[in-house]
């Protein structure tokens, strides 16, 4: 870029700051009077051009600005119009800055038909005849037939490394710290190959929420192929104890034993009186029953006749 140099004292750039009304001009002409608000302020484009910006009323464009850019040769030159543009202001509602769309895609976006190559230069893998740090991938190399053009470098390996280390099945997950023990000690912890495989392996159990799924060493869960369920009772229970609840208690006043006794085997005086009254009673109910059957037996006395 070529920067012109002058020798202007100011006398085209006050010429040019000065054409705010042909720049309005040329706005309404461009997208109408009604859709040219108020004037906002001018910013300089080099020596030689200044762009002048109007608020722009244009339904649906509120916050952005008409940016008017006028331009002159010297100082005996009239004042010309470069371009009219609608341009976003610094409270205007602009769409999102476009990423390109292989950094767009997340894990979970790719469903069932999607493909998503990699680039040629991913830092994440290195061809397979390279030298490496990992001796499991340089023994994977050597191996015929394998067809593997390319494998994962330190950088792959590490950035996935923080990933396990980070997400849901990692050591700072609330089930982790909760766990009775770690991945490292179960037995059903299927470890990984290669330099990996001091920090991470598979979870084969399938009654854990990991299964199937990279758990780091130090993760664990509640089915932990060591754990133990105590049956003994949290509480201490004496060896011998006593049940009250099924005795029937009386209690017993001393000195009152043999006066009980006495009275219960020698019958009181009022009862003995009873006992003698009660025959009595019934030979009167005897003799009444006789005297009745007596009665009934004999013949009915005859009427007189004579009377």
């Not at 004037?39 to 600005?65: I, K, M, Q």
């Not at 067809?147 to 990933?163: D, N």
């Not at 192929?225 to 949290?234: A, I, K, P, R």
């Not at 059957?293 to 013949?299: H, K």
Request: negative net charge; contains cysteine.
């Amino acid at each position: 870029m070529t920067l012109l140099l002058t020798h202007d004292d100011g006398t085209i750039r006050r010429k040019l700051l000065d054409a705010v009304e042909p720049a309005r001009e040329a706005a309404a002409e461009d997208a109408g009077a009604e859709n040219v608000g108020e004037y906002v302020g001018a910013v300089g484009e080099d020596a030689f051009a200044v762009t002048h910006l109007f608020e722009s009323t244009l339904p649906g464009y509120r916050g952005w600005r008409w940016s008017v850019t006028v331009a002159t040769a010297d100082e005996e030159a009239p004042v010309t119009i470069s371009e009219v543009v609608l341009m976003p202001g610094p409270d205007a509602i602009v769409a999102p800055r476009w990423v390109p769309w292989a950094r767009r895609v997340r894990p979970g976006d790719l469903g069932v038909g999607d493909i998503f190559p990699t680039q040629p230069d991913d830092p994440r893998l290195a061809p397979a005849y390279a030298t490496l740090d990992d001796p499991e991938a340089e023994e994977v190399t050597k191996e015929i037939g394998l067809g593997r053009v390319r494998v994962m470098s330190r950088i792959g390996r590490e950035e996935a490394a923080t990933r396990w280390h980070r997400g849901e099945f990692g050591p700072r997950s609330d089930m982790a710290r909760s766990a009775p023990a770690t991945c490292g000690t179960c037995g059903f912890y299927l470890q990984l190959a290669g330099s990996l495989r001091n920090a991470f392996g598979v979870c084969g159990n399938e009654i854990s929420p990991a299964d199937g799924h990279i758990v780091h060493a130090e993760f664990g869960c509640g089915a932990h192929s060591e754990v133990e369920l105590e049956t003994s009772s949290s509480v201490p229970v004496a060896e011998l104890v006593y049940d009250d609840s099924l005795l029937d208690i009386e209690p017993v006043e001393i000195g009152t034993t043999e006066t009980t006794d006495t009275e219960d085997s020698e019958p009181s005086q009022e009862s003995q009186e009873s006992q003698k009254s009660e025959p009595a009673v019934s030979t009167e109910a005897t003799e009444v029953g006789d005297a009745s059957a007596e009665a009934a037996a004999s013949p009915r006395a005859e009427p007189d006749q004579t009377a």
